[in-house]
């Protein structure tokens, strides 16, 4: 059982629906909600809690005998009593994305484009008491490009569909299986997370086992990437790989902040590095301290190690992150200062009998912002930034990053984990550097609107290996969910 490093791009000629509606029900669904539920005389009620990342963690059970928060449009169909008793219930859900994007010199070739894509997704979980649920979600997603691109085009996808029981519910203790398609995410997301940036997120055909008591949760699963396809209810779990593995969170009272602890392993059928292509059997062991010091200061540290076979040789890798941030709460702007810190290991030398080269595995492709040119292998980064809270509702990040090669003997690599360029120690350590702006403004608990724009200054190691014009992109998001 195997996973493929390199997955190949689906081929041209696929139906694609062109669907540009949505702009305009867009438009009609958010007017309304800001100020909505709001009581004339006294104290506006709390608004609901924010939308889940991962939508199937969500809970509206506070509905069952009337709504504490604010009344909200969506309500009615967040609980929609299927018994006397409310034991019988069902929720529907979904969003809306859209986003126009300008490319300038996109993987550092010399070219232009501009471009429309869209996500969109329904999703329903039907609630059978405390023991069984069952969550479906179905995504259509749309670059408009005249050939197919992956993870970024597909007319129509069953992207979740699981069964959960609940085997154990007590005072103490809980347990739950969950068997299907699904989104799995594991702490900061550094190996196993989403795929938020592009249309179609990530998901696995997989089983999993979850156990909260008190301070600890832990969970266990095995299963295997889902592949992206362009047409419809066509997408299939990859047959060349497995993943599995074990993940643990722990606070302890009295000790600040959170420890993570986890092991994942994946077996590969034909993996690509700049040291060849073999199969690849890797595990991945890895720790995370994370939390905050007072009001001011937050904290993020995590350190991984690889070990396994990649053919005849043995995998020894490594990445260590850091990232610290601290609010200036006394000045106006509330301004958070940011330093993250990247040390991802690359190979050493090839076929000496150790890959050296860190993989990281099921990554963000955002993981260094919307401009997801790289990926963290082979990479040694410093990235400072600069948030400040513009409004309640809005706020401006301002941030610069600084990459290097962490090896020279190694090349680079693009999202999710695609050998990209060859390495060559006569070559030069820096790749480039990005300054970059954000904006979001939360119009509403529903509605929120993003800007972006990035440059990419390339760096003597792209102009020594190849193409190496600098890139700007800008992109404005519109996310409506309900």
Do not use: C
Not at 161 to 171: A, H, K, V
């Amino acid at each position: 059982m195997t996973l493929t490093t390199h997955i190949r791009r689906p081929t041209a000629g696929s139906p694609t629906i062109r669907v540009f509606g949505p702009l305009w029900v867009l438009a009609v669904l958010a007017f309304p909600i800001q100020g909505l539920g709001q009581e004339s005389g006294g104290e506006a009620p709390q608004e609901a809690p924010a939308y889940s990342m991962l939508r199937a963690e969500e809970s509206y059970t506070y509905l069952r005998e009337g709504s504490p928060y604010a009344s909200d449009p969506f309500d009615p169909i967040k609980f929609i009593r299927l018994n006397h008793d409310g034991s019988l219930f069902l929720t529907v859900g979904g969003e809306v994305r859209l986003r126009l994007e300008f490319f300038d010199n996109a993987d550092w070739e010399s070219g232009r484009d501009e471009l429309y894509s869209q996500r969109l997704s329904v999703h329903t979980a039907l609630n059978a008491g405390q023991r069984v649920r069952f969550f479906g979600e179905v995504y259509h997603g749309l670059l408009s490009k005249s050939e197919p691109e992956f993870a970024e085009d597909d007319d129509l996808a069953l992207h979740q569909g699981f069964l959960e029981l609940r085997l154990l519910d007590d005072i103490r203790h809980q347990v739950n299986l969950r068997v299907g398609r699904q989104e799995l995410a594991y702490g900061s997301a550094r190996l196993i997370g989403i795929r938020e940036g592009p249309n179609i997120r990530r998901s696995f055909d997989a089983a999993r086992v979850l156990y909260t008591g008190g301070q600890l949760q832990m969970e266990g699963f095995f299963g295997s990437e889902v592949v992206t396809s362009p047409g419809t209810f066509d997408n299939s779990r990859n047959r060349d790989m497995a993943v599995w593995g074990l993940f643990s969170r722990l606070s302890i009272p009295g000790i600040v902040g959170s420890t993570e602890a986890y092991y994942f392993g994946v077996d590969v059928d034909q993996a690509r590095f700049d040291d060849g292509i073999a199969a690849e059997r890797r595990h991945s062991v890895g720790i995370r301290r994370f939390g905050s010091l007072g009001s001011a200061f937050r904290y993020n540290t995590e350190v991984i190690f690889q070990f396994g076979t990649f053919g005849d040789q043995n995998i020894r890798a490594f990445a260590v992150e850091t990232d610290f941030h601290y609010l200036l709460n006394s000045l106006e702007l509330r301004p958070v200062l940011g330093i993250r810190l990247d040390f991802v290991s690359g190979d050493r030398g090839a076929a000496d009998g150790t890959l050296n080269t860190f993989n990281a595995l099921f990554t963000n492709p955002a993981y260094f912002g919307l401009l997801s040119q790289l990926t963290p292998m082979n990479l040694f980064d410093i990235h400072p930034s600069l948030t400040l809270e513009l409004s309640e509702r809005a706020e401006a990040i301002v941030d610069w990053d600084f990459f290097w090669r962490a090896s020279k003997d190694d090349g680079l690599y693009s999202p999710p984990r695609f050998f990209a360029r060859a390495g060559d120690p006569m070559q030069g350590r820096f790749i480039g550097h990005q300054p970059g702006l954000e904006f979001v403004y939360r119009v509403s608990r529903h509605l929120t609107w993003s800007t972006e724009a990035s440059y990419f200054v390339s760096g003597d190691y792209l102009m020594d290996s190849g193409d190496a014009e600098n890139i700007i992109n800008l992109a404005t998001t519109l996310s409506f969910k309900y």
